[in-house]
């Protein structure tokens, strides 16, 4: 649970959610689905609960995530949320959605808040998006940006993004997104 303005804001991967069916656990008074997403094709479904009965379901139609730590994000009046393959922008003070944008051609993994921009570990991209939705950058390499023990596959220091693919290469970019060491 995260704790905003004295909001309590939930986030719940939700398996089992069928839209529009009369078995789901929750009921979500507001869907909002990723580019190019249907309600036949989500593959990812994330539930956002906000303390005062707003709730939303938040459906990608690609890729697969997970809800822990480093998937969302809240900066200001904003959270972040990966989900499949997009990045999910809801408005905290009304709870709206300010935006989604598609920012790996397979899964979205982490998001990180470095350089006063949004950076995303994708499985095949790692991505860097203005707050307000405009995409800056993207990177890609020769292999998946996952490694076999998951260790140290993705960090940022002293300015520098560090990355591993599943081979164990690491590429060290910049904040502008460029390969400056591997």
Avoid: P
């Avoid at 350089?115 to 790692?126: T, Y």
């Avoid at 290469?169 to 460029?178: A, K, P, W």
């Amino acid at each position: 649970m995260i704790y905003v303005y004295g909001t309590e804001i939930r986030i719940i991967k939700e398996d089992n959610y069928k839209f529009n069916s009369l078995d789901n656990v929750r009921k979500y008074n507001k869907v909002y689905f990723s580019s190019g997403n249907d309600v036949k094709s989500s593959t990812t479904e994330i539930g956002v609960i906000f303390t005062i009965a707003d709730i939303k379901i938040l459906l990608a139609s690609s890729g697969f995530s997970s809800v822990h730590e480093t998937s969302y994000l809240i900066i200001e009046d904003s959270l972040y949320v990966c989900v499949g393959d997009s990045i999910f922008s809801i408005n905290i003070n009304d709870f709206s959605l300010n935006w989604v944008r598609k920012a790996d051609d397979i899964s979205c993994f982490q998001i990180f808040y470095f350089n006063n921009k949004l950076i995303v570990h994708g499985e095949l991209n790692i991505s860097c998006f203005e707050t307000y939705g405009n995409k800056k950058w993207n990177f890609t390499a020769r292999d998946i940006f996952v490694t076999l023990d998951g260790s140290n596959d993705f960090y940022i220091s002293d300015s520098k993004i560090h990355v591993k693919d599943w081979d164990n290469n690491e590429y060290i970019l910049n904040v502008d997104g460029q390969l400056i060491g591997y």
